[in-house]
């Protein structure tokens, strides 16, 4: 994955490096991976990529590494999903990469990492990592079945602080912990401030965390699961869905 200075969009840096690091903060916060997609809809087994960033940070927030892919997913982008991310379908079949050579690259760029014991950062983890194994899928790529480890923001953020209310849409909840994100469902603003909303998370909870970043990949298997089962009870409450018809939490990926 080649050296970027900075993700465009995205301040350099968020975190003075003094005041970030404190005792509480584990050892694997020096280096961290950040993954974020944006698609033509919301169906992991049929939607498809438009963009895809994956990307280093360091302790601080600092972008290190940066690699963006905009890809023509073959298929007309709806209205709906242009609207969000701003790719039109004559964009992305104008200036986007094949859909298979894109994949294969993304999915290149995340093996590194994960061979190399690097956290990846992905907010709301399953969407992402199992949309890409069913684009790995529909085009002969080896997929990436078992990604570990993981870290979700948004898993975290429901584990930490429970009760807190209001929505937890990554806009919202890198407002709370004060990371600054600009150009939200653009993929490498939003996988940026996903990592920078993890650092945050392991400062203010670092005497939660454990100190080996396999054993919180575990605990956040147990604690998406648990969070699905909390959220099915209270859509069946609703009325919303049928109890025979539960979240899934599966994590990270479906």
């Known amino acids: 994955m080649p050296d970027h200075p900075v993700a465009a969009g995205v301040p350099e840096v968020l975190f003075d490096l003094e005041e970030f690091l404190t005792p ?6 020096r280096r961290i991976g950040v ?3 944006e698609t033509t809809g919301v169906d992991v087994t049929r939607d498809r ?4 960033h994956v990307g280093v940070l360091d302790e601080t927030g600092s972008v290190i590494q940066a690699r963006s892919w905009l890809a023509d997913p073959g298929v007309e982008i709806p209205p709906g999903a242009q609207a969000v991310h701003g ?3 004559a964009h992305a079949r104008t200036h986007g990469r094949p859909a298979p050579e894109v994949v294969a690259e993304v999915c290149a760029a995340l093996s590194e990492l994960f061979a190399a014991g690097t956290p ?3 907010y709301n983890a399953p969407y992402d990592f199992s949309l890409l194994r069913y684009e790995a899928a529909r085009h002969s790529v080896p997929p990436i079945e ?7 923001p948004l898993v975290l953020d429901k584990a930490f602080d429970t009760y807190r209310r209001g929505k937890r849409t990554l806009s919202v909840v890198a407002e709370h912990y004060r990371v600054v994100l600009e150009g939200a469902h653009e993929a490498a603003a939003d996988a940026v401030a996903a990592g920078r909303v993890a650092l945050a998370l392991c400062e203010r909870y670092g005497d939660l965390l454990p100190a080996a970043v396999s054993e919180l990949h575990t605990n956040q298997i147990a604690w998406a699961r648990s969070q699905a089962e909390s959220l099915t009870e209270y859509f ?4 919303r869905i049928d109890p025979l018809d539960p979240v899934d939490g ?3 990926i479906r």
């Open 24 to 29: 509480r903060s584990p050892e694997w916060v």
């Open 35 to 37: 993954f974020d997609l």
């Open 49 to 52: 990529i438009v963009t895809a």
């Open 87 to 89: 790719i039109s379908t």
């Open 120 to 122: 990846v950062v992905a």
């Open 146 to 152: 078992d990604p570990t480890p993981v870290i979700d």
């Open 236 to 239: 069946v409450r609703i009325g």
């Open 250 to 252: 599966r994590w990270p």
